[in-house]
């Protein structure tokens, strides 16, 4: 290992480079979210020059040189890049915990793609202060959405979050006469809501393309092509599957905006999944309530023992999102007995034992909804035993 190794050098420049270049993609991707005419390819190229002076130091060419290269480096999963690596840089940049990073960016095409995990990179930015001056439009919206949820009581974020996660409000008629009479009392009691969730869309037919895993209207993109502001899983299912086409009662729908079908409607499904789960065990084995403190866990289980377990389904492929807010809630003190992050099933095997690895708190356990299924149903069967 070389001088510079040992000092951490190689690793302080690795981390300052993949900064610069999910900022420069973010910035190439909201060009108007940030005043500075060329910020984008200014950070681009500074991360590409980072790059190249690590490959010169180690006498290597695992890093990115060019664009190209570092949009196909952006578009693979970190634990992937990091198993390519001889075993000091392995070491290193498991040291420095990039290994659990997802991918940044997901390829959509030849030009254009998708900044899932990194936006949520971004969001534990270093250079946070430059994200709050040029925080995205639909972002911000999410998050004037979410500060109105929590303006209401319990009851009413209970409310508008399962209205919200119902793939029935998926699509909803602008017509009245259209609406459900759940709709329409939604829409007069939660007005705000309704302009922050929802956008109106007008359709040349009665029919809309969705996406075949999580049921959101498609958006469209590149030549003929869609994509599903849902999650990275959707994309990959809709790659393989193809748009689901469903009929509509009207050509002038109220449909969710990306921040809603990202940061509600699309875990909300795995939620339902869980809540449905808990709801066929009787109440004498245990009781559930969702969204205890408006969001301090997805669920909250009692068993008839009064032990206590705390569910929070997460739907990211990015394990550092998911290993941050594990220490978050241990340094507040867990207020459950266990705490569970539910994972959906397709979700790889690598990214989940890395988590295994990582979570320090015995409390905490990061497991599959069919891992959890098979977990529940024990400790239901040891309870009424």
């Known amino acids: 290992m070389t001088e510079n190794m040992e000092t951490g050098m190689p690793t302080q420049i690795f981390v300052r480079a993949l900064d610069l270049s999910v900022l420069g993609m973010h910035a190439r991707k909201f060009p108007d979210e940030y005043r500075e005419a060329g910020a984008a390819l200014r950070w681009i190229q500074q991360s590409i020059n980072l790059f190249a002076s690590l490959n010169i130091m180690q006498e290597c060419s695992y890093f990115p040189e060019n664009p190209r290269e570092l949009f196909e480096f952006l578009a693979t999963p970190m634990d992937e890049f990091v198993e390519t690596l001889p075993e000091n840089w392995q070491e290193i940049l498991y040291e420095a915990r990039i290994h659990h990073l997802g991918t940044m960016i997901e390829k959509i095409d030849s030009s254009d793609y998708y900044l899932e995990d990194g936006f949520e990179y971004l969001r534990g930015f270093r250079y946070h202060k430059i994200l709050d001056s040029f925080t995205p439009g639909q972002e911000y919206i999410g998050q004037k959405l979410y500060v109105q949820m929590c303006n209401g009581s319990p009851e009413d974020?209970?409310?508008?979050?399962?209205?919200?996660?119902?793939?029935?409000?998926?699509?909803?008629?602008?017509?009245?006469?259209?609406?459900?009479?759940?709709?329409?009392?939604?829409?007069?009691?939660?007005?705000?809501?309704?302009?922050?969730?929802?956008?109106?869309?007008?359709?040349?037919?009665?029919?809309?393309?969705?996406?075949p895993n999580c049921g959101a209207?498609?958006?469209?993109?590149?030549?003929?092509?869609?994509?599903?502001?849902?999650?990275?899983?959707?994309?990959?299912?809709?790659?393989?599957?193809?748009?689901k086409r469903e009929l509509v009662p009207s050509t002038e729908l109220w449909i969710p905006n990306s921040a809603t079908i990202h940061n509600i409607y699309c875990p909300g499904q795995l939620e339902r999944k869980i809540e449905q789960l808990l709801s066929k065990y009787p109440k004498e084995a245990l009781t559930f309530k969702r969204w205890p403190d408006k969001d301090r866990v997805d669920f909250v289980i009692t068993f008839s023992s009064e032990k206590t377990w705390g569910i929070d389904a997460k739907m990211t492929t990015n394990a550092g999102y998911i290993l941050k807010d594990a220490q978050y809630k241990t340094a507040a003190g867990l207020q459950e007995d266990k705490l569970f992050y539910i994972l959906p099933n397709h979700q790889k095997k690598s990214m989940l034992n890395n988590l295994k690895k990582e979570v320090r708190d015995p409390r905490i356990s990061c497991v599959t909804f069919n891992e959890f299924a098979h977990i529940l149903k024990e400790e239901v069967n040891h309870e009424l035993s």
Do not use: W
Request: aromatic share 10%; proline share 6%.
């Open 157 to 211: 974020y209970i409310c508008i979050r399962g209205f919200l996660s119902d793939p029935r409000n998926r699509f909803v008629p602008m017509d009245q006469i259209l609406q459900t009479p759940e709709q329409v009392d939604y829409f007069k009691k939660y007005p705000l809501i309704k302009d922050l969730a929802y956008t109106l869309h007008k359709l040349s037919s009665t029919t809309v393309d969705c996406c």
């Open 217 to 243: 209207v498609l958006e469209k993109s590149g030549q003929n092509g869609y994509r599903c502001v849902g999650s990275r899983s959707c994309n990959e299912i809709l790659r393989n599957k193809g748009p």
